[in-house]
């Protein structure tokens, strides 16, 4: 993967594999239901997925480490090879593919819009920055390039020649006439901190400025996110936050992207089922009847520890997604532990009833989600315990001077 670029059916198969292995699908037959897509479930905890790899996106991350290389040692053999025979008058950023080229150079051609999107310049004497299109004035926490007014009149400026004479400040009046008043501004903001230090390409994901394919993973994910639709804001820190089992965060977020197998979600995916409630035969089996409107999920609240505050929130919401937000939100850690645990409970019972027959009881749901919650919590205190004590078991140091 840092060297080729794996094909795109190639990554679809794999992905494809590992979506299936997740969701628990038949690994022979490929049968089961597949609830998300990988690219979705590719994207950070904190953007609503489950921060598994996207392989497309890995692969081109480790093939710009390689890419790197021919920019940031120019003095190298390979860098000297590909440039003779691909960019013989240019740079490897604006290097085209060519005839004929081998699969390598394919490869990483590739990565030149990873590059272009994360490289920025260090501004030192200003030599070798050309003043247009490349990435060298900071707007906000983005680097960009800018553009002459008119491509026809304009000259191949470096930023050197924006400077004065000594080096150590800007051509106001220079720098005026070509720009437009912000962009002036931008500029001459720039502090000239050493005019005798070389221009350097650095990169902007990572604060030391070095490429790392982490970074480029991280960066060009959120490129990717900033472009799409694929992120869905919500309290998703939150949830992992939550000290509960990591069973019971996995089935809260599924909660919150509506992706739990009721029955309307079960007939989306071309499951032959009734819509209707199997516990109360009257309104449609969403999530929102399912834990919230049906009469037997309010007899459950009722009866718990959290029925005056979660019942007048569930007469003022207008949907699961944003209840389960503010009490994410607003509610003490604890409270919220507590709520969570309960509406797995539910659902629990809810399969034992639609499954064993298992007749549903309130108090038993209630009885254990606090048992299982503080059975965890004991275990994990436990735990910490046993950790700190490692931690803080004392190791052996030399004595004092002139002691025998």
């Keep these: 993967m840092s060297v080729f670029m794996i094909p795109n059916r190639t990554i679809d198969e794999i992905e494809k594999l590992l979506n299936a292995f997740w969701w628990g699908a038949n690994s022979n037959k490929h049968k089961g239901i597949k609830w998300m897509r990988w690219e979705r479930l590719a994207i950070s905890k904190l953007e609503g997925g489950l921060g598994f790899k996207n392989l497309s996106a890995f692969n081109l991350a480790m093939l710009g480490k390689q890419a790197w290389r021919l920019l940031s040692n120019p003095n190298s053999l390979i860098r000297r090879i590909y440039q003779a025979k691909y960019y013989p008058k240019g740079s490897f950023l604006n290097a085209s593919l060519g005839h004929n080229p081998s699969y390598t150079w394919k490869s990483l051609w590739s990565t030149q819009h990873l590059l272009k999107n994360g490289i920025c310049w260090r501004l030192g004497n200003g030599n070798t920055i050309p003043v247009w299109g490349e990435p060298w004035i900071k707007y906000n926490d983005n680097y960009h390039c800018i553009h002459p007014h008119d491509p026809s009149n304009s000259q191949a400026f470096k930023v050197s020649d924006l400077m004065s004479n000594d080096k150590n400040g800007w051509n106001d009046v220079l720098i005026n006439s070509l720009l437009d008043k912000d962009t002036s501004n931008r500029i001459l903001n720039i502090p000239i901190l050493n005019p005798h230090c070389e221009d350097k390409r650095i990169w902007k994901w990572n604060p030391s400025g070095s490429y790392t394919v982490r970074s480029a993973y991280k960066g060009y994910l959120q490129h990717c996110l900033s472009m799409g639709n694929l992120n869905v804001p919500g309290p998703w820190k939150n949830i992992w936050n939550l000290r509960i089992p990591h069973k019971i965060k996995h089935f809260i977020w599924r909660l919150m992207r509506d992706i739990l197998p009721t029955r309307p979600n079960l007939q989306k995916k071309g499951i032959r089922c009734p819509s209707t409630c199997f516990r109360c035969n009257t309104d449609i089996e969403n999530t929102w009847h399912t834990f919230f409107s049906c009469p037997s999920a309010k007899l459950c609240w009722q009866g718990s520890n959290l029925h ?66 503080h059975d965890w919590a004991t275990a994990n205190r436990i735990d910490l315990v046993q950790r700190t004590k490692t931690q803080t078991r004392q190791r052996w140091s030399p004595p004092p001077p002139r002691v025998i």
């Design 308 to 373: 005056s505050c979660i019942l007048n929130l569930i007469n003022s919401s207008d949907g699961v997604f944003n209840l389960i937000s503010h009490i994410l939100q607003h509610w003490t850690p604890q409270a919220a532990a507590e709520f969570s645990m309960i509406l797995w409970s539910m659902w629990h019972s809810r399969n034992a009833l639609h499954w064993s027959n298992t007749p549903w009881n309130p108090d038993e749901i209630n009885l254990r989600a606090s048992s299982m919650l």
